[in-house]
């Protein structure tokens, strides 16, 4: 089974701190993803990253930053935390092959997810 | 940016019952999964259906997609209190290859 494992499940800091979240998945996926989630706004993509060393801006990647130096860690980073940064933060992990032209675009397997709240 | 809506928001029924959820989509799709969610947990991935295939089953899922109409149905049968959760379409397509979220639809069965 594909295991996505994320730092924390619960976190509390401080407006102006810089937080980090961590993210490691133990398949070898090549995709990795970073999305919040709040009431009403559903799931959006914040980062993501095809391979190592490589990253994407999503849809709301304002206020953060993503590192991916090795292929299994994919880091999410709050520069100086906001209290509309309060949120859940989820991981993903997805595999990525291609059959000749056709791309197979798979499913994620997701983290349990870190409920940020910063006060 | 959102691709899907789900309809309903929010459903209840009793055990045994069956639970259909509804989503539309906007977008020229590669395909589209159906994802559950528990409280406060994160996601776990039910089912991917093709653009070029109509209908699919697993276990007491089927999923229909109807890419004329942009939308696709997700069905539990027999259902039981342990399918309470929300539950998420999501779809990859267009220009790029991320997965767009549907609002969600939160399911309750009660015993």
């Known amino acids: 089974d594909v295991k996505v494992t994320q730092s924390s499940r619960y976190l509390v800091k401080r407006t102006g701190e810089k937080v980090f979240l961590e993210c490691v998945q133990d398949?070898?996926?090549?995709?990795m993803f970073w999305y919040r989630q709040d009431p009403g706004l559903g799931l959006r993509l914040i980062y993501f990253?095809?391979?190592?060393?490589?990253?994407e801006k999503g849809d709301i990647p304002e206020g953060y930053s993503v590192s991916r130096e090795k292929k299994e860690r994919f880091s999410l980073i709050l520069e100086s935390a906001s209290t509309n940064q309060t949120s859940m933060y989820l991981c993903a992990s997805r595999i990525f092959r291609t059959s000749g032209s056709y791309r197979n675009y798979n499913e994620q397997f997701f983290g349990p997810g870190t409920r940020l709240t910063v006060l | 940016s959102q691709q899907g809506e789900e309809d309903p928001q929010a459903l209840s029924i009793q055990e045994g019952e069956n639970a259909t959820m509804n989503c539309s989509y906007k977008?020229?799709?590669?395909?589209l999964q159906w994802y559950r969610q528990n409280s406060g947990r994160g996601l776990v991935h039910l089912i991917l259906i093709r653009s070029n295939e109509r209908e699919k089953h697993s276990g007491r899922l089927r999923v229909t997609l109807d890419t004329s109409k942009k939308s696709s149905s997700l069905l539990i049968t027999a259902s039981r209190a342990a399918d309470t959760a929300s539950y998420f379409c999501?779809?990859?397509?267009?220009?790029?290859?991320?997965?767009?979220f549907g609002t969600g639809t939160l399911l309750a069965v009660q015993p």
């Open positions: 999501a779809t990859v397509g267009g220009a790029t290859n991320k997965l767009i």
């Open positions: 990253s095809y391979d190592v060393k490589m990253k």
């Open positions: 398949m070898d996926h090549e995709n």
């Open positions: 977008t020229s799709i590669n395909n």
